[in-house]
């Protein structure tokens, strides 16, 4: 009796028995293995000379935003006017400690620790919380995946405080559905501040023209700033790479300038500015300001605008790197530059509008101009990239609609391009900058997008100090305590300016929240629905080797987002159609919690049923970074793999000691030994690695297959029998190749609410509509395509 070896990918085990324990001792977790792949992203090491150079280009890329906060810090922190030179330095106390304890502490040191093998994001915090506990809200990993060499996790014991934590993650899907909708709260906002960054930056950069013009309309410069927002977001599909060796040279120009221009106005005007590195002035400012100085925190939060930036921009270098050209560089610089604007404020108060230009000195103001405008640029760039990952990843989760994706560069797997997002956030900046027109009011929009990304940044790495990098509870109190001290205490601050311009990021981040959560939710009524609804490999089986159709020359690929059981779109297919393909792959492409697959470990190949039915599955698995590229490549890899699983496993049946095989050797003998099953009275065939992981089939007791060498008649026979199915699978790859997608439509029932009604029918089906076809992503000829269409409701 031939039965079905598919597991349940979301963790039920209704049907324990023999083949469930077998299937347990094919796919044993690797906890040794992957306890010793954990540390590898941190163990690099590298020369002096090159951690220099990585520092140095680190500052293009990831400090543009942070560095360039200076335009504005003041000037929305004293919207009206400067009554006493004492607040100037209780501000100033406040820029320091802030610069100290939120970038330089939290961020570089401890926060940039939490990488995903070098990923930073809420997404990367996000996959690395996936791995450690089961919270992914699609339930459809499997423990071969655990196996991936990218899959890094620490072993937990089960009575130490992280498996408590586990538990009590796993315990229900409220706190599941909870931690995801603090991701995509932390997501959505950081696509704000891709959208308020250029804003800020460029019109902050082009107010400087008025300085010299004194009499020219704001309305001109606001002109000036949309061109060049214009141009920024029309470059765009260029790619960072084609540029990007200009950033650095920019950026480090920007913070020397910055830095001497501040040591020159302290030696010029007052030295005294210093003494604000004392914190009893931030005391005596908040006594001095009362509510005016706590609202007025909102402003001074802008000074660690672009620190979330610098997570989200982790993965171009390595963490030493960051750190080095943060304490060198970038915080001695901020520091000086907002030291020197206190200097040049504290004799002249009412500059304050434009503190920043005002204080350069006078021979070198044009080149400071220039400099500035191309520093607003390159910090607006590093945002706009962000966000593009962000959506990429966000994509990846199954919570964004399927958009084209473009890869700009062959170097860089992070550095990708998406038309239709940059032209929405070209849109959007425009409006915010066109119809604001002042810096103050973005500023405190600006604010309030930066604090949300930070508190969601926090309650994760709370979960992963406790879960993954297990810390005493009392270090774990320290963090938190301090972290939302400052965090809750500048969200406080921003919420009175609501009204005043914070309105527009929550406007922002509640749309795409919308959008990404109608998405999510369809996305896992249909998995879930093709969970339960897949066929039963017995009924598929007891069909025979044509499944009662006439069995025409050809492959069909069937894609579908099980990776195990084979789905009800194919029964429908068999059931409407007299014939079927002479052979079927049942393909599924879905991403893992990782930050990218290792191409020769992407593909996973199986045997469904006796060989006579000549039906496979392969899945395909990417990382949040990978990108599935519209080509060739997919289906030539597909079939190269499936070629691959037929030879490895005929070699394994016939025992063969060809080279060829001893190329697989390692990596097969450990599934050749777990196959061994312990009722002699059932044969199964080889697991065949082909990554290559596990691979199983099963075949009926009359045709026997054995694991162990048999002799070299039994090895003559096996080569044959690759011969002919080899020769049989290009025959019929020769014939074509048919590509059946399932087209599921989901309704609301018609006794569904009002509001479940409007997201289901309405605004997930024009989702679905305008969203990229399968058909496009794999590229699949039109005249090669056949969509099996199905509803179901929810």
Known sequence: MVSDTDVDMSGEDESKGGMWALEQKIDRPMDEEAGRLKNMYREKKFSALLLLQLSFQSLGVVYGDLGTSPLYVFYNTFPDKITDTEDIVGALSLIIYSLTLVPLIKYVFIVCRANDNGQGGTFALYSLLCRHAKVNTIPNQHKTD??????????????????????????DAFKKNALLLLVLVGTCTAIGDGILTPAISVLSASGGIKIDHPGMSTDVVVVVAVVILV????????????????????????????????????????????????????????????????????GIMLSITGTEAL??????????????????????????????QAAYLMYNKDHVHDAFYRSIPEGIY???????????????????????????????????????????????????????????????CIIVTAGFKNQNQIGNAYGTAVVIVMLATTFLM????????????????????????????????????????????????????????????????????????KISMAWLLGLG????????????????????????????FITNLPAIHSVVVFVCVKYLPVYTVPEDERFLVKRIGPKNFH????????????????????????????????????????????????????????????????????????????????????????????????????????????????????????????????????????????????????????????????????????????????????
Request: with cysteine; proline share 3%.
């Open 462 to 533: 709370i979960i992963i100090m406790l879960l993954v990098w297990r810390c005493h509870w009392i270090l774990v109190f320290i963090f938190a305590a301090l972290s939302l001290l400052v965090e809750c205490t500048y969200f406080s601050a921003v919420l009175f300016k609501v009204d005043q311009g914070g309105w527009v990021p929550l406007v922002i981040a509640a749309v795409f929240l919308f959008i990404m959560y109608i998405w999510h939710y369809g996305t896992v009524k249909r998995y879930e629905f093709e969970m339960h609804s």
């Open 231 to 298: 141009g920024l977001f029309s470059l765009q599909h260029y790619g960072v790479d084609k540029v990007g060796w200009l950033f650095a040279p920019i950026v480090f120009l920007w913070f020397l300038f910055i830095g001497g221009i501040g040591i020159f106005n302290i030696w010029k005007y007052d030295s005294g500015v210093l003494r604000a590195f004392s914190p009893v002035y931030i005391l005596r400012y908040f006594k001095r300001r009362g509510k005016n100085g706590w609202t007025s925190l909102g």
């Open 545 to 572: 080797p044509s499944l009662g159709l006439v069995r025409v020359p050809g492959i069909g690929l069937v894609y579908t987002e099980l990776a195990s059981g084979v789905p009800h779109i194919f029964s429908h």
């Open 311 to 340: 997570f989200a921009d982790l993965a171009h270098f390595p963490v030493s790197a960051i750190q080095l050209a943060f304490t060198v560089v970038v915080f001695p610089c901020l520091l000086l530059a907002y030291s020197g």
């Open 146 to 171: 655990e196996e991936l060499t990218t899959y890094s996790r620490s072993t937990i014991h089960e009575k130490s405080f992280a498996a408590k934590t586990r538990r009590w993650l796993e315990g």
């Open 366 to 428: 044009w080149p400071m101009f220039i400099i500035a405008t191309l520093a607003a640029i390159v910090a607006s760039q590093a945002t706009i990239s962000a966000t593009f990952s962000i959506i990429k990843q966000a994509n990846a989760l199954g919570c964004f609609p399927r958009v084209k994706v473009i890869h700009t560069s062959s170097k860089f797997l992070g550095q990708i391009y998406i038309p239709d997002i940059n032209w929405i956030l070209m849109v959007l």
């Open 615 to 794: 039906m496979f599955r392969c899945v395909a698995r990417y990382g949040y970074k990978d990108l599935h590229k519209k080509d060739d490549e997919f289906e030539k890899k597909l079939f190269n793999n499936l070629f691959m699983f037929v030879r490895l496993e005929s070699m394994m049946e016939g025992g063969s000691d060809s080279d060829d095989y001893s190329l697989y050797g390692q990596q097969t003998q450990r599934s050749r030994d777990s196959l061994l099953p312990d009722n002699n009275n059932t044969t199964f065939s080889s697991v065949v690695d082909l990554t290559i992981s596990s691979c199983d089939s099963i075949v009926p007791a009359k045709s026997p297959l054995n694991v162990v060498n048999s002799g070299s008649s039994s090895g003559q026979v096996s080569s044959q029998r690759e011969v002919d199915e080899m020769e049989f699978l290009t025959s019929c790859r020769d014939a074509g190749v048919v590509h059946i997608l399932g087209n599921t439509v989901v309704r609301a029932r018609r006794d569904s609410p009002f509001y479940k009604k409007l997201s289901i029918d309405y605004v997930y089906a024009f989702l679905r509509k305008i969203c990229r076809e399968h058909s496009v992503i794999f590229n699949v000829p039109h005249e090669s395509l056949l969509n099996v269409g199905q509803v179901f409701y929810v």
